[in-house]
């Protein structure tokens, strides 16, 4: 029988192509190639601003399969360009399903390729790094293929990007709303708890809820916030969200801020993924590009003071250079698969961070508890 025309193709900086099925929106979009290894969430992963200038190719091949519902958004919007897939998404089977995936791309303005083989795309990234690469979507199959590969290689990359001013919020807010529980669904705690200022490098909205649950009171500051913007909401806790891009130059502004924070107080603070990477900085480490990064919900990362080991959820294309980490700051954590630093604390303050995401969403919660270290250092702050 003959093949249908390919709708869809992905071209690879170095001139490679993979042609598939299109769905979701039409047009063309250049980004860096990652892939993740999540078996859920692919809803959470497509929000989650960390993935800006990225286009996702998910490993596992039943994709869609659950359909979208408003509840899993991590943000407004999708904010990864586009995903790859191996099997074309099917129609939703799920009791939560608001609509199909491929509306909800459409309606998004997000493309996607299925019909990939997604195991030798996958190799191809870990042995030859993240590549630069567009993806089309035309439904006629016309595709101008030299202006595809052009369009590879013209994407600028990560490296040297400040991309959380991007993704941050325009003006500060309050968090309130906690995390996901049978049966209600989304609760609002009430009254006073601890209060806390978190950075929004580019948020993801189960952080905050979980902050929320363990107590706290969170207003949301823009990327760009000053020290003196911090301090003046008295907080007792400073928290640094996720976010995307190259932390050296998102920390040409928020390594300054942080610093003064340090300096004209004492307040516990708590970092995650990019957050992880501005205290690194802040602190005098320095962060380098990854071949290929860590994206998934199964990443072992070792605690190196208790021994234990925790499976995480990651999504990250830079790391720490733990080789850098100065006098009175102590690696925590390490990454079981290339031994990559994870989380790093002062030995003389409660200020921590760590690379993976102990929020999951999606992923195992085997590191949620770091929210309630969190609270407990601001506990006794204040007693």
Known sequence: ????????????????????????????????????????????????????????????????NVGVNPEDDETADPVAEGMVVKWDPTEPSNWRAAEPLSDWLARRGRVGIGGIDTRRLTRAIRQQGAPHVALAHDPSGAFDIEALVAAARGFTGLEGRDLARAVTCAQSYRWDEMRWAWPEGYTRREGPGHRVVAIDYGAKRNILRCLASAGCEVTVLPATATADEVLALAPDGLFLSNGPGDPAATGAYAVPMIREVMDRSALPIFGICLGHQMLALALGARTIKMNHGHHGANHPVKDIETGKVEITSMNHGFTVDSQTLPAGVRETHVSLFDGSNCGIRLEDRPVFSVQYHPEASPGPQDSAYLFDRFATAMAGRRG
Do not use: K
Request: negative net charge; hydrophobic residues 35%.
């Open 1 to 64: 029988m003959p093949q249908p025309r390919p709708t869809a193709c992905l071209a690879l900086a170095d001139g490679t192509l993979f042609y598939g099925r299109g769905f979701g929106a039409t047009g063309e979009r250049q980004a860096e190639l990652c892939f993740n290894t999540a078996m859920t969430g692919y809803q959470e992963i497509m929000t989650d601003p960390s993935y800006a200038g990225q286009i996702v190719t998910f490993t596992f091949p039943h994709v869609g």
